[in-house]
């Protein structure tokens, strides 16, 4: 097991925290003190684990995962070079913020590690958990305290609005409304995390079809068909593959809002939505569930429809 150097505390530190909580695979993390200036929890999908990294930029899966449900202590926070924003959870992993939800500094972490024992010297038995959030003394006042967490905040707010203008298109129809097409990205991102189930109609679950159906009814007002096949019917033709010589669909040419088809136009039977920056939304399969991914020659779309 790799062994994890442990965060030094100042004599000043205003929480201390028992930072590596659960994980999904065999190999356990050790736990890492620091002082915690947000928490999180997991929202990725039911049963399974996000990954976590050696860094925020271009780092390497560590081999185990965050269990999701569980619930993290966040030590720094940054924003990696396209834009997304990022979560230290130990002394060298990191998260991707966009799978967790903030919750309350008071909400202790949890973990599935086996409690440890130890016999104190006047012979009392004292359980000591992983994830357990201590008190610990400190001469900072409150004002102190106070503005660390608001200078926290302010960082993660900065990134947030920094990837929400990248994740759309500059180039915008003069026909399209700019105020239906970032409401469509907004409900699809919110969907990111939840389960795929075929024939499942939302807003729990979502095939990929019905996740289209359902962003835009309740983003845009836009009543599309339910299935693939009739949605690809729906639209203007941006891009076709057998019209464009085999070249893979550019960015360049996408707008917010396009739906990206997989498979003939006769016979497609993936869809997704394009929210920009090179990304789209889907949901993929019952493994990954609904999720946010970015576009790659291997596996591009064969058809683009514009509906707004």
Same mark, same amino acid.
């Given at each position: 097991?790799?062994?994890?150097?442990?965060?030094?505390?100042?004599?000043?530190?205003?929480? &201390? #925290? @028992?930072?590596? %909580?659960?994980?999904? $695979?065999?190999? *356990?993390?050790? /736990?890492?003190?620091?002082? =915690?200036?947000?928490?999180?929890?997991?929202?990725?999908?039911?049963?399974?684990?996000?990954?976590?990294?050696?860094?925020?930029?271009?780092?390497?899966?560590?081999?185990?995962?965050?269990?999701?449900?569980?619930?993290?202590?966040?030590?720094?926070?940054?924003?990696?070079?396209?834009?997304?924003?990022?979560?230290?959870?130990?002394?060298?992993?990191?998260?991707?913020?966009?799978?967790?939800?903030?919750?309350?500094?008071?909400?202790?972490?949890?973990?599935?590690?086996?409690?440890?024992?130890?016999?104190?010297?006047?012979?009392?038995?004292?359980?000591?958990?992983?994830? &357990? #959030? @201590?008190?610990? %003394?400190?001469?900072? $006042?409150?004002? *102190?305290?106070? /503005?660390?967490?608001?200078? =926290?905040?302010?960082?993660?707010?900065?990134?947030?609005?920094?990837?929400?203008?990248?994740?759309?298109?500059?180039?915008?129809?003069?026909?399209?409304?700019?105020?239906?097409?970032?409401?469509?990205?907004?409900?699809?991102?919110?969907?990111?995390?939840?389960?795929?189930?075929?024939?499942?109609?939302?807003?729990?679950?979502?095939?990929?079809?019905?996740?289209?159906?359902?962003?835009?009814?309740?983003?845009?007002?836009?009543?599309?068909?339910?299935?693939?096949?009739?949605?690809?019917?729906?639209?203007?033709?941006?891009?076709?593959?057998?019209?464009?010589?085999?070249?893979? #669909?550019?960015?360049?040419?996408?707008?917010?809002?396009?739906?990206?088809?997989?498979?003939?136009?006769?016979?497609?039977?993936?869809?997704?939505?394009?929210?920009?920056?090179?990304?789209?939304?889907?949901?993929?399969?019952?493994?990954?569930?609904?999720?946010?991914?970015?576009?790659?020659?291997?596996?591009?779309?064969?058809?683009?429809?514009?509906?707004?």
């Amino acid at each position: 097991m790799t062994k994890h150097k442990l965060f030094k505390l100042g004599a000043a530190a205003a929480l &201390t #925290v @028992t930072g590596v %909580s659960a994980i999904t $695979s065999l190999k *356990t993390a050790r /736990a890492a003190n620091f002082t =915690a200036i947000k928490r999180v929890k997991i929202n990725y999908l039911p049963g399974k684990g996000l990954n976590i990294w050696t860094n925020y930029n271009k780092g390497k899966f560590m081999g185990y995962r965050a269990k999701d449900g569980t619930i993290w202590n966040v030590a720094e926070t940054a924003v990696d070079k396209k834009g997304n924003l990022w979560y230290k959870v130990g002394t060298r992993e990191w998260i991707e913020a966009r799978y967790t939800v903030d919750v309350g500094m008071d909400t202790p972490a949890s973990t599935n590690a086996k409690t440890k024992k130890s016999t104190a010297k006047n012979g009392v038995n004292n359980v000591i958990s992983l994830g &357990t #959030v @201590t008190k610990k %003394s400190t001469k900072k $006042s409150k004002a *102190t305290k106070a /503005a660390k967490v608001k200078k =926290a905040k302010q960082i993660v707010d900065a990134a947030v609005k920094k990837t929400s203008k990248k994740s759309t298109t500059k180039k915008v129809a003069s026909t399209q409304a700019p105020s239906k097409a970032g409401a469509i990205v907004a409900l699809a991102k919110q969907q990111v995390g939840k389960p795929y189930a075929w024939g499942a109609n939302g807003p729990d679950s979502f095939d990929c079809s019905s996740l289209v159906q359902y962003v835009f009814k309740n983003a845009a007002g836009m009543n599309l068909p339910r299935t693939t096949y009739d949605q690809v019917k729906v639209g203007q033709t941006v891009y076709q593959k057998s019209q464009a010589n085999g070249q893979p #669909v550019s960015a360049n040419n996408l707008q917010v809002g396009d739906l990206l088809f997989w498979g003939s136009e006769s016979s497609p039977y993936h869809v997704a939505i394009y929210i920009g920056n090179n990304q789209y939304v889907n949901a993929a399969t019952p493994e990954q569930g609904t999720i946010l991914q970015t576009m790659t020659s291997y596996f591009a779309p064969t058809i683009v429809k514009r509906v707004l």
